[in-house]
C-alpha cells in the first residue's frame, strides 16, 4: 500500500474538521504516513503525530474555547504581538512535554514563516510544541517565535497549504485538507479598518492555497462544506463532522490510488 501523507491547512476554528478527517481515515483503516500541517493543522496533525487520540484532541479544543482564548490574547509589553504566547506554550507543554519531532512515530513537520525572509520554514526537528507554537504564531495577535536564529510566524502567511512538505516527509499519496475561509463567504456590511484587514489575509491566503493545488497536484484534495454555520472560536458546531463526511465522498478515489 502506497504511503499516505497529509497536508493540514491554516484556517482558524474551521481546523476542527482536521479531526473529523483523521477519523474517517482511522475507521477507513488507512493509515497516515506523514503530515506537514500549517498554524491549525499544524497543532491537530502535531498532536495526532505524538499519540494525542482524536477524543481527546475534540475535548482540548472545546475546552479552548473563549475563556481559553482570551487568556491567550492577554496583552505583553514591550508591544511585539498582542500576546506574548506564553499561556499557548503552557497549554501545548501540559498536552505534549518535552516531546521532540524527530522522535514521533509518524514523521511531522510544522510550517512557519521566516519574518525576515519571507520564506516557508518546515520544522521538522526539535521540541513539537514549540514547533506548533511558531506555526500558530498569527502577527500581530502572537509575539514571534524565535527558533534556530530565525523569527517565525504562522506559517499560513507564506505557506498555508503545505503539499510538497508532506511529499518531503515520504509520502506517496498525498491528502491536502483545505480549510480555509474563502473570501466570497465575509460579508462586508460595515467596512471596518479590522474587516478589511482580515479579509485582506483571507484573500491572500486562499489565493495562495489555490495556486499551491495546481503546481503542486496533490492527489486528493478535500474542501468540506461548513453549510450556514462553519465554526467559530466559540462553537465549533459541526465542524469536524464536515471533514468526516468529505473524507468519506474521497474514499473510493483514495483506496484506488493507494492500491
Not at 499544524?42 to 475563556?67: H, T
Not at 462553537?235 to 468526516?244: D, F, T
Amino acid at each position: 500500500m502506497k504511503r499516505v501523507g497529509l497536508a493540514l491547512s491554516a484556517g482558524g476554528p474551521r481546523g476542527i474538521a482536521h479531526l473529523g478527517v483523521l477519523r474517517a481515515l482511522g475507521e477507513a483503516e488507512i493509515p497516515v504516513h506523514a503530515i506537514a500541517g500549517t498554524s491549525v493543522g499544524a497543532y491537530v496533525g502535531g498532536l495526532f503525530a505524538a499519540g494525542v487520540p482524536l477524543p481527546e484532541i475534540g475535548r482540548l479544543w472545546e475546552e479552548a474555547g473563549f475563556r481559553q482564548a482570551v487568556r491567550f490574547f492577554l496583552p505583553t509589553f514591550p508591544w511585539r504581538g498582542w500576546s506574548s504566547g506564553e499561556e499557548l506554550r503552557r497549554m501545548l507543554h501540559g498536552i505534549v512535554g518535552e516531546r521532540r519531532i524527530e522522535e514521533l512515530a509518524i514523521p511531522f513537520a510544522a510550517v512557519a514563516t521566516d519574518l525576515r525572509s519571507g520564506e516557508p520554514v518546515a520544522l521538522r526537528q526539535g521540541e513539537l510544541a514549540e514547533a506548533i507554537r511558531a506555526s500558530l504564531s498569527v502577527p500581530g495577535l502572537f509575539v514571534p517565535v524565535e527558533i534556530g536564529g530565525q523569527t517565525l510566524i504562522d506559517g499560513g502567511v507564506a505557506h498555508p497549504l503545505p503539499v510538497d512538505v508532506v511529499r518531503g516527509l515520504g509520502a506517496e499519496v498525498v491528502v491536502a485538507v483545505d480549510v480555509l475561509v474563502p473570501p466570497e463567504e465575509k460579508h462586508l456590511t460595515r467596512v471596518t479598518v479590522f474587516g478589511v484587514l482580515f479579509q485582506m489575509a483571507t484573500i491572500f491566503q486562499k489565493r495562495i492555497a489555490q495556486l499551491e493545488v495546481v503546481a503542486l497536484a496533490p492527489e486528493v484534495v478535500i474542501r468540506p462544506d461548513f453549510g450556514a454555520g462553519p465554526p467559530t472560536y466559540v462553537s465549533v458546531g459541526a465542524g469536524a463532522e464536515a471533514g468526516y463526511r468529505a473524507t468519506q465522498a474521497v474514499l473510493p478515489q483514495l483506496r484506488a490510488l493507494c492500491a
